[in-house]
């Protein structure tokens, strides 16, 4: 269960993003050589985005001192924050600068669909994937956290030419303590183990049918045993 939460004492709601950038046509693409060339996005099929339409999102930077409310979409291949600003540009937040997106569900601002945030440094997420936004599954002090990436992958031969295609990244990583690990795989044994005092709730998860391969029923469980603490 997810719920929108602000700092207000601090909070300043901005209008203007300083230093934002036109968005851009085309993906930094690095081959075998690493010299990187820029690829229209129309060139490869499918979506880098995590959803094509324009939704509503309140934009935080570091520690949810100013916040922006704009129409956003988050791109899954370059990490990059797209919005429109109050004259109906189409810009990229700077690098950095975003480190929380609240998406809220049909435009309506008292009811959050999903949160993303980015500020969970290098000891969580290596550097190529350090500009990416990490999904916050549920609240509390125990929290499953989902890095959805869509890389170009590049495919070619002596007679086809090349062909560029995303291709989707999935990872899973536990917050618990203030600490966070990744987890192999979704499974009972990789999530318990993090969770002191778990093996008392056995009777619950049975109760409950809870597979911990399934996304939903991970964050059941995990209301049920945040609502405990």
Not at 12 to 28: C, F, G, R, Y
Not at 33 to 52: A, M, Q, R, T, V
Not at 166 to 187: C, G, H, I, M
């Amino acid at each position: 269960m997810l719920m929108a939460g602000t700092v207000g004492r601090t909070q300043v709601i901005m209008e203007v993003m300083p230093n934002a950038k036109p968005m851009d046509a085309s993906v930094l693409f690095y081959g075998s050589s690493n010299f990187n060339n820029g690829i229209p996005y129309e060139k490869i099929p499918g979506s880098p985005f995590l959803k094509d339409e324009w939704q509503l999102a309140a934009l935080f930077s570091e520690n949810d001192r100013e916040k922006w409310l704009v129409k956003t979409k988050l791109n899954l291949t370059s990490g990059e924050v797209y919005f429109k600003n109050n004259k109906g540009d189409e810009l990229v937040a700077p690098a950095g600068m975003v480190k929380k997106i609240i998406f809220y569900l049909n435009n309506d601002t008292s009811k959050t669909e999903s949160i993303y945030r980015n500020d969970y440094g290098e000891g969580l997420i290596n550097s190529q994937d350090k500009n990416n936004y990490i999904q916050v599954m549920n609240e509390g002090n125990y929290q499953l956290l989902k890095l959805q990436r869509r890389p170009v992958i590049t495919a070619d031969s002596f007679h086809i030419a090349k062909r560029y295609f995303y291709r989707d990244e999935l990872r899973y990583f536990v917050q618990y303590n203030n600490k966070t690990a990744p987890l192999k795989k979704l499974s009972a044994d990789n999530m318990l183990v993090y969770l002191p005092g778990s093996g008392a709730d056995k009777g619950w998860i049975d109760q409950n049918k809870i597979n911990f391969k399934k996304e939903a029923d991970i964050i059941r469980f995990l209301d049920y045993y945040n609502a405990k603490k």
